[in-house]
């Protein structure tokens, strides 16, 4: 035997350091997990809970366990303790003897421990202490403030310590400051060497791939052996002398006529299995086969950013990713699965790892390359100025190198970025304008002199972009409001209020963020507020609200655009109408501006907590509105419509298909009360990888009468109708008739089918069957007088539906309904 692996996974026992509290834990894990098992702590989630949460925080946590070893075990060549993530400030201490600490949860740590151990019953206790008075502890010795942007609810000075950053509470986020372990936690004995990072580099040329695969491994011994390695059906003997202490081996394999890996939407996403063997032990990876080239240069509009995979330059379409739960513990892979399925189905092609969170498990990369979603990777750091001591610098080049080491085998991963949004907090905080320059050093010294110095080391086939927005490298320019250089987050429309046209005065380059919150469905509301609270200023909608404002953002809007809503639930539903409808207009027209425009990656996918958001995502993975119309507005194919201020009105296509596709388009101006008052059919080819003028008119040629009609264009191609519309005015000021939209439901080749019509256009019609977990296949759009819509509904999990209970659940709504 030459891997023995003993996981420490599993039973724990908990205690705070006085020993007041002692519960059962199970790692991997976080306390407040445990003491939420265990009824020492109420649930976070639910109300205004996680104030009384907080002190858990500031304790000292012993996660303590035993285990057994034979004497097998302690004969191997090395013997250690090998853990993933201890998160934050951790002390090991092994049969009583401290034996090591770690100070960063994105480190991995391999710790010799056998002469520690002995034959028979063990015992491991890890101690952590408090990362609220760790953090403070650090401030306590700064030399000047390192300041960090601050939250309603939140643990101060969390930029001083190497945990997810979002932790400490963020404008979305609760505050909730665990501690625990996630990832591979277990004992290692080895007797020749551990393989500890396998990688592969691709040189591609005409019809072939010569893939480099290099094993990065760590002798313990001194003698002579084999390293196997698989690769698409070769095997491959490669002699190794082991040394005590770390080996590379590495060794080109070629492979002919190779199947690409493509981003979703242009390919498949062929991997290929790769083995690498060590006597007993092996490593599984799976290889994705592609290029990508970040085409980041000056041209006639600024500074260019586009991908191009394969020679294709790829418009980006996606969101921005945050942890899938505040608390480590309830971070599942099926969530994860669903949360990244659901991006796949809205027609995704890249999601953005955002530096507030973490940096994901092995399991969250393949899924992401299984399902083409390429990744914009931020490292973790987010919204705040950061320390540049010897320490800091080398804990975090300690954890660039491990993580860069672990993940830059993926085909997902597109891009490696410094940060979220340091360059613009220079600016935000009194001592950084006071001393820019001080600022401006550490900046530098962390963010090019450890983070890109390590990946052009460590990967320099992948860009390392200096921060997110920026404007290129060196470029400290701000971001927010200029449109031509890098990548632009663009908040202009909600933080500061501009109405949604604004969107339509900017030409991005790349907009890897810009968002617009609305309220999760009533089902969601329901886990965290009671009826009494249902009312958007009471405190508990409020508490879950962490944008300060944010909830009369959203009222603001509605007094902008539409009628006031009666009533919570029309409240809810219209919060959610509006969000689409903002991100809509948005994405729409960044997708006319290509090749101007190559990437829209809205703020944000998903939620980790049950809360008012910008989410497309509800927390447990349920549609808004949004995510519905997002399938729609990031179809490769996409008719679209446009209208100026001075009232021109233009019919475009984009398409995203490498290859023209032919369509029919029928255009018609319809009435409020249903009729036609123009109607045109054209054929068009919709050219590859364009966006083209169909059509150009004026309002008041299309309707003279604007507020009173609006266009309805449905585009045939490839079996399919892709429907859109746009409305000449507000919906505020459109005599929207009362119309009757009726309703079947009905039990389908074992599915769910919905089928509706309406006496008169009805605008926004959304099904929802509260409390039952599933999306229906289209949802919150217009549905025109004489012509009925069939819908599916696909179950969650592939959970049954009882179809009684199905029809005296569902739904239906549309905008006219929600006033009198
Ligand atoms: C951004 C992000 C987040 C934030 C979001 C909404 O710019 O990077 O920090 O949650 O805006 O305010």
Redesign the pocket.
């Known amino acids: 035997m030459s891997c023995k692996i003993l996981d420490l996974h599993g039973n724990w026992l908990l205690r705070n350091k006085n020993n007041t509290i002692q519960v059962a834990a199970t790692l991997p894990g976080d306390t407040f997990s445990a003491l939420i098992s265990a009824g020492k702590m109420a649930d976070p989630y639910w109300a205004d809970q996680e104030m009384a949460a907080q002190w858990a925080g500031r304790e000292d946590w012993i996660y303590e366990r035993e285990f057994t070893v034979d004497a097998e075990f302690l004969q191997s060549g090395d013997v250690s303790l090998y853990a993933e993530s201890l998160d934050t400030i951790a002390t090991i201490r092994i049969n009583g003897q401290y034996h090591a600490t770690s100070r960063n949860a994105f480190v991995a740590h391999r710790f010799p421990v056998r002469n520690l151990l002995h034959e028979g019953l063990n015992r491991i206790e890890i101690e952590f202490a408090s990362p609220e008075r760790a953090a403070k502890e650090e401030a306590a010795r700064l030399a000047y403030p390192i300041p960090y942007?601050e939250f309603p609810v939140q643990s101060p000075h969390r930029n001083l310590i190497r945990k997810a950053q979002c932790h400490g509470g963020?404008?979305?986020g609760p505050c909730l400051m665990v501690s625990g372990a996630t990832g591979r936690l277990e004992l290692v004995a080895e007797t020749t060497a551990s393989i500890d990072y396998v990688y592969t580099t691709q040189h591609h040329t005409d019809s072939r791939v010569e893939v480099t695969v290099i094993c990065e491994l760590t002798s313990h011994t001194s003698s002579d052996g084999n390293l196997e390695i698989i690769l698409d059906g070769q095997t491959f003997q490669i002699p190794v002398q082991f040394r005590p202490g770390p080996v590379t081996v590495q060794h080109t394999v070629v492979i002919s006529q190779p199947k690409l890996w493509w981003p979703n939407g242009f390919g498949s996403q062929t991997l290929y299995p790769l083995t690498v063997r060590l006597s007993n032990s092996e490593v599984h990876k799976k290889v994705g086969l592609r290029t990508i080239r970040v085409v980041n240069e000056e041209d006639a509009h600024g500074l260019s950013l586009v991908f191009e995979v394969n020679g294709v330059p790829v418009f980006c379409k996606g969101a921005?990713w945050?942890p899938t739960d505040a608390l480590p513990q309830r971070q599942t892979r099926e969530v994860m699965e669903d949360l990244l399925s659901s991006a796949v189905a809205a027609h995704m092609n890249m999601i953005r790892v955002?530096?507030?969170g973490q940096y994901e498990s092995d399991a969250f990369y393949e899924m992401c390359d299984e399902k083409g979603l390429m990744i914009w990777h931020d490292f973790m750091f987010?919204?705040a100025l950061y320390p540049a001591s010897p320490a800091f610098l080398a804990d975090v080049r300690a954890e660039v190198i491990h993580q860069v080491k672990r993940l830059r085998n993926h085909a997902c991963i597109a891009l490696w970025c410094g940060n979220?949004?340091s360059v613009g907090a220079l600016s935000w905080f009194e001592p950084s304008r006071k001393n820019r320059d001080r600022y401006v050093i550490d900046y530098d010294r962390l963010n090019e002199g450890v983070l890109g110095d390590e990946v052009r080391r460590l990967d320099p086939e992948r860009v390392f972009w200096p921060s997110?927005p920026c404007g290129g490298p060196g470029d400290f320019s701000d971001c927010w409001h200029t449109d031509n250089r890098g990548d632009m987050?663009f908040?202009a429309v909600?933080?500061e209020g501009k109405p949604f046209e604004t969107y339509l005065e900017i030409k991005p380059r790349f907009c890897s963020?810009f968002?617009y919150q609305s309220f999760p469905s009533l089902d969601t509301i329901r886990t965290y507020a009671p009826e009494e609270e249902w009312n958007v200023t009471a405190p508990i909608m409020e508490h879950h609200q962490r944008?300060p404002g944010g909830n009369t953002r959203i009222t603001e809007n509605f007094g902008r655009y539409f009628r006031i809503p009666d009533g919570f639930e029309n409240f809810v539903y219209l919060s959610q109408v509006q969000q689409g409808i903002a991100i809509k207009m948005a994405v729409e027209h960044w997708r006319r501006l290509r090749p101007v425009c190559m990437g829209a990656l809205y703020?944000?996918l998903n939620d980790l907590w049950p809360v008012c958001s910008?989410s497309s995502l509800e927390y447990g993975g349920k549609w808004k509105l949004l995510h519905h119309m997002a399938r729609r507005f990031f179809d490769p194919l996409l008719v679209s419509i446009h209208q100026d201020k001075a009232g021109a009105v233009e019919i475009w296509a984009t398409s995203d298909r490498l290859q023209p596709v032919e369509a029919t388009v029928h255009v018609r101006v319809i009435s409020l009360t249903g009729e036609v008052l123009k109607d045109e059919r054209f054929s068009q080819t919709l050219a590859a990888g364009s966006a083209t003028l169909l059509r150009a008119h004026t309002v008041q040629e299309l309707a003279p009468q604007p507020s009173g009609a609006f266009l309805y264009v449905e585009t045939f191609v490839e079996d399919r109708v892709l429907r859109n519309e746009h409305f000449f005015t507000t919906f505020k000021a459109m005599p929207l008739p009362k119309a009757k939209v009726a309703h079947h439901v009905r039990e389908d080749l074992h599915r769910i089918s919905v089928s509706l019509q309406t006496d008169l256009p009805a605008l926004w019609v959304t099904l929802n069957a509260d409390g039952i977990p599933g999306e229906f296949d289209d949802n919150c759009f217009t549905l025109i007088s004489g012509e009925p819509r069939i819908l599916h509904f696909t179950p969650k999990h592939g959970t049954s539906v009882d179809l009684a209970q199905f029809k005296e659940k569902l739904r239906v709504r549309h905008l006219r309904e929600t006033y009198r």
């Open positions: 942007t963020w404008d979305w921005n945050i955002w530096g507030g987010s919204c979220n949004e997110s987050h908040w909600w933080h963020e968002g944008n703020w944000q910008w």
